[in-house]
């Protein structure tokens, strides 16, 4: 199976600055249709996950752009430019190129 | 506008067991792929299994081959997961999602707890 494992688990943020979640795998997630299958999601507390990002750097539609994704093969980065309130909550990685999914361990992100 | 909606869920005894649904709305159903993932309290998210658009295709993680069984009725617009021989540890929010590599909609998922 492929590992993935998030940094840090927990950020603590000041609203109005960036915050920045790594997130690597233990192989290469870049198919060879040349697709990066690596998204990330947020849940929110008392909420079921949300898809931010697909495909390492795609928005899914309504999510803000101050949400970016960005890596290559293994190495992947969720920056968002500027922290709103409406920001906390766990953020996870999941790679799709191999079964089973597998998902990072989690980031938790609250606000200073 | 998509709605994903579970039922099934409950609080059984190990060895038990139980038939999730996940009621679809607002896409057309038969075209995807629909997956199954869980959420032990307080804990990370574990994809469980997929179905593909015509039930053809279906695949697990290791853990819950042999025991989980994932199943569909297009006409019903629904995906069904069912569950034998419940151990504590499948205690867990179970959510249905919509699998398009990534998982775009999810339903609010519904709550097994496996206790003695």
């Known amino acids: 199976d492929i590992v993935m494992t998030q940094t840090p688990l927990s950020l603590s943020v000041t609203p109005g600055q960036p915050a920045s979640i790594s997130c690597k795998s233990s192989q290469s997630l870049l198919h060879s249709d040349g697709k990066t299958f690596l998204s990330w999601y947020l849940q929110k507390p008392g909420q079921s996950p949300q898809l931010l990002i697909f495909e390492l750097s795609s928005r899914f539609s309504g999510v803000p752009d101050r949400f970016s994704g960005s890596g290559s093969e293994t190495d992947f980065t969720l920056r968002i430019s500027r922290v709103e309130a409406e920001d906390v909550g766990v953020y996870y990685c999941m790679q799709s190129k191999d079964l089973p999914r597998t998902f990072g361990q989690g980031t938790k992100v609250e606000l200073k | 506008e998509v709605q994903l909606t579970e039922s099934g869920g409950d609080s059984v005894q190990p060895g038990g067991s139980l038939r999730l649904s996940c009621a679809a709305s607002g896409i057309i159903f038969s075209s995807h792929w629909m997956s199954w993932l869980r959420q032990a309290p307080g804990k990370g998210l574990e994809w469980v299994g997929n179905?593909?658009?015509?039930?053809?295709?279906?695949y697990y993680v290791d853990s819950v081959k042999g025991r989980f069984t994932i199943s569909r009725d297009n006409a019903k617009n629904s995906v069904y997961l069912q569950i034998n021989s419940l151990r504590v540890e499948d205690t867990a929010m179970y959510y249905c999602?919509?699998?398009?590599?990534?998982?775009?909609?999810w339903g609010q998922g519904t709550m097994v707890t496996v206790s003695s």
């Open positions: 179905i593909k658009e015509d039930g053809s295709e279906k």
């Open positions: 999602a919509r699998d398009m590599g990534a998982f775009d909609f």
